[in-house]
């Protein structure tokens, strides 16, 4: 059974640094698509950045410049390096992963941005 798993989550101050990993278990593939979704309290999911099997990567606008996405297949194991921290990226954040038009999902890590 495939499972995801987030960590490095936690509370920071604004302008601060976190690094989000997640690890995929259970898996004898490498996926196609990995990524980190957020929802903020009384929000809709959204996707914050992707990243594909050969390393393209999109982000949404209001992380550009700030955050950076990357994985490592042989581990399958995904990044979100998140700098310049603001309190509107607090956020529960979930890793998303893609095989085929299976799709998977960790259970999330809360990142909290104090002003």
């Known amino acids: 059974q495939v499972r995801l798993a987030e960590s490095g989550g936690g509370l920071v101050q604004a302008g601060g640094s976190l690094r989000l990993s997640c690890v995929a278990t259970?898996?004898?593939?490498?996926?196609?698509?990995m990524g980190w979704y957020r929802q903020a309290p009384g929000k809709q999911r959204e996707l914050v950045a992707a990243?594909?099997?050969?390393?393209?990567?999109n982000y949404v606008d209001s992380v550009k410049g700030r955050f950076t996405i990357s994985r490592d297949n042989a581990k399958n194991t995904v990044y979100l390096q998140m700098n310049s921290l603001k309190p509107e990226d607090t956020a529960v954040y979930y890793c998303?992963?893609?095989?085929?038009?299976?799709?998977?999902w960790g259970k999330g890590t809360l990142v909290t941005v104090s002003s």
């Open positions: 259970g898996s004898t593939f490498t996926f196609d698509d």
């Open positions: 990243i594909t099997t050969g390393g393209s990567t």
């Open positions: 998303n992963a893609r095989f085929g038009v299976m799709y998977y």
